[in-house]
C-alpha cells in the first residue's frame, strides 16, 4: 500500500463479506483497470474479473515488449509489460480486488434492488457476484485468426503475438499481415536487426503509412498481393511457398491477421450490437441494458490505449454518479427526461395539425 491515500475505501473492509459488489468489471485490460481505480478512489467496492492470469490485456498479452511511444507522459516510450504493471499496482494499491483465470459467462437480472438499482448477478465459470453496475472491458478476445498451413508444422517458431525475443541478429523473419500490428512487429525485428520479409494479402498494407516507410527504409521486404499457400520444414529452417510462386525462408514467422470476433460472448450478453458486432452504447457508455456500460475495443471505433483509458474513467464515474446521486440530481436521467418532453412536444404539435 502506497503511503498516502490512494482511496475512499476502508484498508480493513472485509471484502468476502460485502452483500454485493457496488461495481464488476469484465476485463484487466488498459479499459478495465482505469475504470477499477476510478471506481475505487471514489470509494465504491470494486471487483475486476479477468479470464487471463495477468492483469494488462492486449499490451501485456500482445506486445509487451513493444515501446509505446503514444502514451502522454512518456516521452522515451514504455513497454506494454511495464505499463500493464504500473496501472495495475496503482488499482491494487486502491484496493480493487481482482479473480483471474475466471471468463465472464452471462449477467442476469435479479429481483433484489438497492437504492434505484436491479442488482446484477455476474456469471463466471468460476463463481457468482452480485452487483450494482457492470462494466464490460472485455476488447478483443485474444483468439488471433490462425493460419492452418503454418499450424501444421506445430512449429515453435510460429507465433501469434509479437515474441519476447532480445536480438534476432542474422535470423529470417517473415511477418504474415497488412495492418499495423503486423508492421510494428516487422519494424521491432527490423530494429534488432533481423532480416524481414512482410506478406500483405491486400494490394497493399492498411498499416500507418509512415510505420511502412519506416520498416522499407530500414530493409524490409514487403510484398504485396500474395499469402502462402505451402509450408514445410527443410535443414532446420521453414521453407514458405506464396501464391506468386516466391519461396522464403524463415526461422520464425510472425503472424497478425487480426482476431475473431467477440459478437458471441456479446450476443449471450442479449446486449443490442453495431452493425459490425462491436456493443452499442448511449452518450454515457451504458449499453441496451441498464446498469450495463462498455467501454474500450468492445464497442468499435478507436482503438488506442490512452482512449480505452478515457473511456473505462468516463464509465466509472457515470456508474458512481448513478449509485450516489439521488435520482433528481442524476444527470444521465435529467437528459432522459428532457428528451422524452421534446418527444412529447413533438406528438402534441403533430396531434394539432
Ligand atoms: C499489436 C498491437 C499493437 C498495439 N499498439 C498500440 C500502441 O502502440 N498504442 C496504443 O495506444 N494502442 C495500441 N494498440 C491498441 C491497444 O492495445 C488496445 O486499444 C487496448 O488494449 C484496448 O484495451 P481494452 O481494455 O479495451 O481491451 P484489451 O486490452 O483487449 O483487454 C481486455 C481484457 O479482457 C479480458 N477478457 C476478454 N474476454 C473476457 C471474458 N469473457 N471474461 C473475462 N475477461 C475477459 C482479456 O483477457 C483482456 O485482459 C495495439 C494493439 C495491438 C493488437
Not at 244 to 250: G, K, R, V
Request: hydrophobic residues 40%.
Amino acid at each position: 500500500m502506497a503511503d498516502f491515500k490512494v482511496t475512499e475505501l476502508d484498508e480493513d473492509l472485509d471484502f468476502d463479506a460485502l452483500p454485493y459488489w457496488d461495481v464488476v468489471i469484465i476485463g484487466a485490460g488498459p479499459a478495465g483497470l482505469a475504470a477499477s481505480l476510478t471506481t475505487a478512489h471514489r470509494g465504491l467496492t470494486t471487483l475486476v474479473i479477468e479470464a487471463k492470469d495477468r492483469a494488462g490485456g492486449q499490451p501485456q498479452f500482445l506486445y509487451p515488449d513493444k515501446k509505446i511511444v503514444d502514451i502522454p507522459g512518456f516521452p522515451d516510450g514504455v513497454s506494454g509489460e511495464e505499463l500493464s504493471d504500473r496501472v495495475y499496482r496503482q488499482a491494487v494499491d486502491a484496493l480493487v480486488q481482482f479473480r483471474f483465470n475466471e471468463e465472464l459467462h452471462a449477467v442476469q437480472d435479479t429481483n433484489q434492488t438497492e437504492k434505484d438499482d436491479q442488482l446484477k448477478r455476474v456469471v463466471t465459470k468460476g463463481g457468482e457476484y452480485l452487483c450494482r453496475k457492470v462494466i464490460i472491458a472485455c476488447g478483443l478476445l485474444h483468439f488471433p485468426r490462425r493460419l492452418p498451413v503454418l499450424d501444421a508444422l506445430e512449429s515453435r517458431s510460429v507465433f501469434y503475438k509479437v515474441p519476447k525475443i532480445g536480438d534476432y541478429e542474422g535470423r529470417r523473419v517473415v511477418v504474415i499481415g497488412g495492418g499495423d500490428s503486423a508492421f510494428d512487429a516487422a519494424a521491432m525485428a527490423l530494429a534488432r536487426r533481423a532480416e524481414v520479409d512482410v506478406i500483405v494479402r491486400n494490394t497493399e498494407p492498411i498499416a500507418k503509412a509512415d510505420t511502412v516507410q519506416r520498416v522499407e527504409e530500414t530493409g524490409g521486404r514487403v510484398r504485396c498481393s500474395c499469402e502462402v499457400a505451402g509450408a514445410k520444414f527443410e535443414g532446420g529452417a521453414m521453407k514458405l511457398t506464396l501464391t506468386d510462386d516466391t519461396q522464403l525462408t524463415a526461422d520464425y514467422v510472425i503472424v497478425q491477421i487480426g482476431f475473431l470476433s467477440a459478437k458471441e460472448t456479446f450476443q449471450r450478453l442479449d446486449l443490442r450490437l453495431n452493425d459490425d458486432g462491436s456493443i452499442a452504447i448511449d452518450p454515457y457508455f451504458e449499453t441496451s441494458r441498464r446498469g450495463i456500460f462498455a467501454v474500450g475495443d468492445v464497442h468499435g471505433d478507436i482503438k488506442l490505449i490512452a482512449v480505452a483509458w478515457a473511456e473505462g474513467i468516463q464509465a466509472a464515474i457515470y456508474a458512481f454518479k448513478e449509485i450516489t446521486s439521488p435520482y433528481w440530481l442524476n444527470e444521465k436521467r435529467l437528459k432522459d427526461q428532457k428528451i422524452a418532453m421534446i418527444g412529447d412536444k413533438i406528438t402534441q404539435a403533430a396531434r394539432a395539425k
